[in-house]
């Protein structure tokens, strides 16, 4: 029986190591000194940021890039504002994407393409007084040619790197999404270039008599693409590059990030209604300001039936509707700056909101000057150059405030001390998971994941406390390396100290005043306070009967009670004075009540 069992047990044992050496996966492709948490760690993580996975350098690469397609865009709207002007946009009546490539050379090429313009209504007209020259259809055949190639090279430098960044694994899937997202609007904007153009040259839209004009809406609709392809490129190339803003220690931000979304929202708006405008030629019908001649509503606003067409077909209408958006927008932008000269704003943020005052005023300035000398070229040239400025500006303060971004601090910009790779997460590698090295000046209220405000509850304070020091405490790292040893013990420590300082009325109060906050010099310019604690500190002293004592730190701690009371509705209300004469004065008493506990034996 032993025998047969023996038998049996080989023969088992046999038929397992078969299995076992003809798996594809053995048990040497493992690392032998790695746990099963380990192991599990090495499964790659899906990517849901825009830039997981990616080291400093690849993140960068991708950022100018994108800041390049932009300034590429910005380049195709200027020139495609002169075009305009100059009247050139109808020069080219053929539309094909490789033969137009190619622009005519010979002399008999350029005669073949003139009497091919001849025959639309544009040449009609504007030999209606004088013969057009050769040389005179050259410059606006130029002038087009250059703006479409322009345009074919921005769709050159966009798809081919999208392509190699795609294949080579960059692209997360927000990321992939975006970028198919743009390479539609893209290819989808060369055919809303020649869908406005044809509007221009078709017969039937135009007669002899009248300027020949693409369609205003066909007009607003390009441009609208070419404004919303900038702002995808600007703002996406923007997360790249640029390293988060930290606002934590900004009071009312809500309100300030409303009104920088609303002049981004506004900006675009008036942009679109000057598509308008240039498109009906609005800007020389009322030439004064800031009346319309001597009006401040013009006349015949209402003279087109049926009436919702004057809001987008009457000239005098839309001219009307774009100041008063302008007025608006202006409105908006300079109350955003007001909000922010009361507001501790980080350097780059006061930077963008400056920059869009100040660009906001002169892009007025450029619209007044425009109207009143009866729309020249260069300065209409440079009043829809100043509208992408503008809109530059609003993109870049909405982004470095909007929410998500406010909130991922600069720090996390940092790689992975282990594996290298860009890490989103305070503490441990999102990639290797794998516990990081500490931010050591952060502020004790991100570090422990709390509200920053005065008013804050202990029992939560005690809660984040213990959640937090029990992924990181050095208990869990026993069994790891000396160097995420060495890191948890950091870890466990700034989190005490965080609580330490949140925990103390007087330590947090002093960290919400920041600069703010009383220094001892100021304590003594106090005379009133000061003789007020002296004379606290002797009767204390004079004190011989314990249970007087214990009276006497009652009142202090009633006292504190009060105070602390106090300093929770100078906080709510931001009153900053209150606020610093509450903690001078919390410090006299708490030292006022640690001398009883001294006398006492308590402390």
């Known amino acids: 029986?032993?025998?047969?069992?023996?038998?049996?047990?080989?023969?088992?044992?046999?038929?397992?190591?078969?299995?076992?050496?003809?798996?594809?996966?053995?048990?040497?492709?493992?690392?032998?000194?790695?746990?099963?948490?380990?192991?599990?760690?090495?499964?790659?993580?899906?990517?849901?940021?825009?830039?997981?996975?990616?080291?400093?350098?690849?993140?960068?690469?991708?950022?100018?890039?994108?800041?390049?397609?932009?300034?590429?865009?910005?380049?195709?709207?200027?020139?495609?504002?002169?075009?305009?002007?100059?009247?050139?946009g109808l020069s080219m009546v053929q539309w094909d994407l490789i033969k137009t490539m190619k622009p005519p050379l010979t002399q008999k090429e350029w005669e073949e393409e003139f009497a091919r313009y001849k025959q639309f209504p544009e040449y009609k007209y504007k030999t209606s007084t004088e013969e057009m020259t050769l040389?005179?259809?050259?410059?606006?055949?130029?002038?087009?040619?250059?703006?479409?190639?322009?345009?074919?090279?921005?769709?050159?430098?966009?798809?081919?790197?999208?392509?190699?960044?795609?294949?080579?694994?960059?692209?997360?899937?927000?990321?992939?999404?975006?970028?198919?997202?743009?390479?539609?609007?893209?290819?989808?904007?060369?055919?809303?270039?020649?869908?406005?153009?044809?509007?221009?040259?078709?017969?039937?839209?135009?007669?002899?008599?009248?300027?020949?004009?693409?369609?205003?809406?066909?007009?607003?609709?390009?441009?609208?693409?070419?404004?919303?392809l900038f702002s995808e490129f600007l703002w996406t190339g923007l997360n790249f590059v640029l390293k988060p803003v930290d606002h934590s220690n900004v009071p009312k931000l809500g309100r300030f990030i409303g009104l920088a979304h609303s002049s981004k929202a506004l900006v675009f708006v008036t942009a679109m209604v000057g598509?308008?405008?240039?498109?009906?030629?609005?800007?020389?019908?009322?030439?004064?300001?800031?009346?319309?001649?001597?009006?401040?509503?013009?006349?015949?606003?209402?003279?087109?039936?049926?009436?919702?067409?004057?809001?987008?077909?009457?000239?005098?209408?839309?001219?009307?509707i774009h100041r008063n958006?302008?007025?608006?927008?202006?409105?908006?932008?300079?109350?955003?700056?007001?909000?922010?000269?009361?507001?501790?704003?980080?350097?780059?943020?006061?930077?963008?909101?400056?920059?869009?005052?100040?660009?906001?005023?002169?892009?007025?300035?450029?619209?007044?000057?425009?109207?009143?000398?009866?729309?020249p070229v260069w300065l209409a040239a440079c009043h829809q150059s100043g509208s992408m400025a503008l809109l530059s500006f609003s993109l870049w303060l909405a982004k470095s405030t909007n929410s998500r971004y406010s909130r991922i601090l600069f720090f996390r910009n940092k790689n992975c001390w282990k594996c290298n790779l860009d890490t989103e997460d305070l503490t441990f590698c999102k990639n290797c998971n794998i516990i990081q090295k500490p931010e050591e000046n952060l502020c004790p209220f991100q570090r422990l994941e709390i509200k920053k405000s005065f008013n804050i509850p202990e029992n939560e304070l005690k809660t984040n406390l213990r959640q937090l020091q029990s992924k990181v405490h050095p208990d869990k790292f026993g069994c790891k390396s000396e160097e995420e040893k060495m890191l948890s013990d950091k870890h466990s420590a700034l989190l005490n100290d965080a609580f330490k300082t949140i925990q103390d009325p007087i330590l947090r109060a002093e960290y919400l005043l920041g600069n703010s906050?009383?220094?001892?010099?100021?304590?003594?310019?106090?005379?009133?306070?000061?003789?007020?604690?002296?004379?606290?500190?002797?009767?204390i002293s004079e004190i011989k009967d314990d249970k007087l004592l214990h009276d006497k730190k009652d009142l202090m701690e009633k006292e504190q009670n009060s105070i602390i009371d106090n300093l929770k509705k100078a906080f709510q209300n931001n009153d900053v004075n209150e606020a610093k004469k509450l903690v001078t004065r919390l410090k006299f008493i708490t030292s006022a009540r640690n001398h009883i506990l001294k006398r006492l034996n308590l402390d």
């Open 1 to 88: 029986m032993f025998l047969q069992l023996k038998q049996i047990s080989r023969s088992l044992l046999a038929h397992h190591k078969q299995i076992i050496t003809s798996t594809k996966y053995t048990l040497k492709s493992f690392p032998q000194t790695l746990s099963v948490r380990q192991l599990a760690t090495q499964i790659p993580k899906p990517k849901t940021g825009l830039y997981d996975g990616l080291t400093s350098g690849q993140r960068k690469t991708i950022g100018v890039w994108l800041l390049g397609c932009a300034g590429m865009v910005y380049g195709a709207v200027a020139l495609g504002g002169l075009t305009r002007l100059t009247e050139s």
């Open 135 to 228: 040389k005179e259809f050259k410059f606006i055949f130029y002038m087009e040619y250059f703006h479409r190639m322009w345009g074919r090279a921005i769709g050159i430098a966009f798809l081919v790197p999208c392509a190699y960044f795609w294949a080579r694994g960059r692209f997360t899937r927000p990321m992939k999404i975006r970028m198919a997202v743009s390479s539609a609007l893209l290819l989808a904007q060369g055919g809303i270039g020649w869908w406005m153009v044809k509007s221009g040259l078709d017969p039937s839209n135009n007669s002899n008599k009248d300027i020949p004009r693409v369609s205003q809406y066909r007009l607003a609709t390009h441009l609208g693409m070419a404004f919303l």
């Open 275 to 320: 598509a308008l405008v240039a498109g009906l030629d609005a800007g020389l019908v009322y030439n004064s300001w800031p009346k319309f001649a001597d009006r401040w509503i013009p006349e015949n606003m209402l003279s087109q039936s049926p009436q919702w067409k004057n809001f987008t077909e009457n000239p005098v209408t839309v001219q009307f």
């Open 325 to 375: 958006m302008a007025y608006l927008t202006l409105i908006v932008i300079t109350a955003t700056w007001m909000v922010s000269r009361k507001m501790p704003l980080p350097p780059r943020t006061k930077m963008a909101v400056n920059g869009l005052i100040l660009m906001g005023y002169t892009q007025a300035a450029l619209g007044i000057l425009t109207l009143i000398h009866f729309v």
């Open 517 to 539: 906050t009383t220094k001892e010099d100021d304590m003594a310019t106090n005379n009133e306070l000061l003789m007020e604690m002296m004379s606290l500190n002797e009767e």
